[in-house]
């Protein structure tokens, strides 16, 4: 991910923020190349569906698209765990009904990772170091 390439990621997942309905052809035209789009496409997936998560248990939900990308993009869109493989999750370290979606809650993560940290119950809770 270059600078220029994030900073207009941001530039759009903010235009987002302050639109009422996700028009996605101008989603499309602003972000400029096809990459961009798609990743834009894919993050905002990923947002809403973890939002809709957590209003289904209801959790607190307040995770933005700018939120998320900007803490990716800390963990340099990598896992946060390992910080070695591309992250592929959305990963909650205090669990969803506890901790919500939320931009403290939430870390990407790899499948591994995460199969791990599932797998260690208390350890769950464990927050991802910082790079
Ligand atoms: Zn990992």
Known sequence: MTQEDMQMLLHVAQWIRDQKR??????????????????????????????????????????????????????????????????????????????GTTASNCVPACCSCRTRKKKSGLVMMELPRKV
């Open 22 to 99: 996700h028009a996605m052809r101008k989603i499309r035209q602003l972000a400029g190349t096809e990459e961009n789009y798609l990743i834009i496409a894919r993050e905002l997936d990923r947002v809403n569906g973890q939002i809709i998560q957590a209003r289904s248990v209801h959790a607190e939900a307040t995770l933005t698209l700018l939120d998320w990308l900007l803490i990716v993009d800390f963990y340099q869109w990598k896992c946060a765990y390992c910080q070695e493989k591309p992250f592929e999750v959305m990963y909650h370290p205090i669990p969803l009904p506890r901790g």
